[in-house]
């Protein structure tokens, strides 16, 4: 399994169970995201944990299309 599978499933999991027990979503998500930032932050450098934050919130729109470069 990938490590895509992996965090999809147990996130999915965690959205039904938190819905169970009246939790919002976006609370969920929310403190989700706080610990994915903890993560980044015991093995990578505050500078690049943010560079990837900002990459994320730059790329957020689903509709948009972006143009790829090729070697």
């Known amino acids: 399994m990938s490590a895509r599978q992996i965090a999809r499933t147990h996130f999915e999991a965690a959205l039904q169970e938190a819905k169970g027990q009246g939790i919002a979503a976006d609370a969920l998500a929310r403190y989700t995201l706080s610990l994915v930032v903890e993560t980044f932050l015991?093995?990578?450098?505050l500078?690049?944990?943010?560079?990837?934050l900002i990459a994320a919130a730059e790329n957020a729109d689903p509709d948009t299309d972006y143009m790829f470069m090729r070697p």
Not at 42 to 45: E, I
Not at 47 to 52: G, L, P
């Open 42 to 45: 015991a093995t990578r450098p």
């Open 47 to 52: 500078k690049d944990v943010q560079a990837e």
